[in-house]
């Protein structure tokens, strides 16, 4: 619905339940990639169909694997995904998975940092894309500043966070190549060509909040205060253009909370004139770097 105006009815806000759906990957080798999450960082195989893996814990897709052996890597300094962020619920459940990658992929390990909201490790999968495994530290020891989160690059030692939270369950856990606990796409980090377009797509037309930015380098976004469901960067993509076809991110999905809030959505991408797909189900559009999101409501309670 319109407002007399013209513009869309609503906030121009996504709801403040909204979250991160799956992350879809176009891989060349289906069953290493598999492997990749499913042993070392500790996703269960929820479905295998095909062409198509999906893994993830109990009901809930984290990662979506499509063999796409006839495509090529992008290049480095294309835009798409800098890193799948995946959020464990317990630092026990953390500490599994990174002894569980540590164990059976040891040259994945990138780096660790203490942020301040959250206590991260990153990895890179066997065909280059970047994860992110982390915990967040409850909300009410973040702090804001100007409607900005305070967050920080902190050197983690991850020999002395395995040695202060991982459990016997846990170890026993990596060993047989399982997890702990509930794992989930806690954000979802972009490689783009500049912050000023990634700040109007995201925030302006879709819908994100700015929750803090590093000048032209790195915008972070979210919705309902969490210290980002999103974020862009140029540090490796300055000036990259439209993606062509290639290995790497296939689709980012958002969840929000009701279909009202998708068809708020679709109203809104339409005043701005972004084409959409809808198939009844998601929306479906693509960013200034032809990054494909879909859009789709939660699942009805049972």
């Known amino acids: 619905m319109l407002t007399t105006n013209g513009t869309p009815q609503g906030s121009g806000l996504l709801?403040?339940?909204?979250?991160?759906?799956a992350v879809t990957l176009r891989v060349g080798d289906l069953d290493g990639m598999i492997g990749y999450y499913r042993d070392a960082v500790t996703l269960e195989l929820l479905s295998h169909d095909g062409p198509v893996a999906v893994l993830g814990r109990g009901t809930t897709p984290v990662m979506i694997?499509?063999?796409a052996p006839e495509l090529k890597h992008a290049s480095p300094r294309d835009a798409?995904?800098?890193?799948?962020?995946?959020?464990?619920?317990?630092?026990?459940?953390?500490?599994?998975?990174?002894?569980?990658?540590?164990?059976?992929?040891?040259?994945?390990?990138t780096g660790s940092a203490d942020h301040l909201v959250s206590e991260a490790f990153y990895f890179t999968d066997?065909?280059?894309?970047?994860?992110?495994?982390?915990?967040?530290?409850?909300?009410?020891?973040?702090?804001?500043?100007?409607?900005?989160?305070?967050?920080?690059?902190?050197?983690?030692?991850?020999n002395?966070?395995?040695?202060?939270?991982?459990?016997?369950?846990?170890?026993?856990?990596?060993?047989?190549?399982?997890?702990?606990?509930?794992?989930?796409?806690?954000?979802?980090?972009?490689?783009?060509?500049?912050?000023?377009s990634a700040r109007e797509f995201y925030v302006d037309r879709l819908g994100f909040e700015t929750t803090a930015a590093m000048g032209d380098q790195a915008l972070f976004v979210s919705a309902g205060g969490y210290h980002h469901h999103m974020a862009m960067n140029t540090w490796g993509s300055r000036g990259?253009?439209?993606?062509?076809?290639?290995?790497?991110?296939?689709?980012?999905e958002i969840v929000v909370p009701t279909a009202d809030d998708l068809g708020e959505l679709g109203e809104r991408m339409t005043h701005f004139g972004v084409p959409t797909r809808d198939d009844g189900r998601a929306l479906a559009f693509e960013d200034p770097w032809a990054?494909?999101?879909?859009?789709?409501?939660a699942p009805a309670a049972d």
């Open 15 to 21: 709801a403040a339940d909204t979250g991160m759906g």
């Open 65 to 67: 694997l499509q063999h």
């Open 80 to 109: 798409g995904l800098y890193h799948t962020a995946i959020l464990f619920d317990t630092r026990e459940a953390l500490a599994t998975a990174i002894y569980a990658v540590a164990s059976r992929h040891p040259g994945s390990f």
């Open 126 to 158: 066997p065909e280059g894309n970047g994860v992110e495994l982390y915990f967040d530290r409850d909300r009410s020891q973040w702090s804001w500043v100007h409607g900005q989160v305070e967050m920080a690059t902190i050197f983690l030692d991850p």
């Open 160 to 196: 002395a966070y395995l040695r202060d939270h991982l459990g016997q369950a846990g170890a026993d856990a990596a060993a047989s190549g399982t997890g702990l606990g509930d794992a989930v796409v806690g954000h979802v980090h972009l490689s783009v060509g500049d912050v000023a």
């Open 240 to 252: 990259a253009g439209r993606r062509g076809l290639a290995l790497g991110l296939g689709k980012v």
């Open 291 to 297: 990054n494909l999101v879909e859009v789709r409501p």
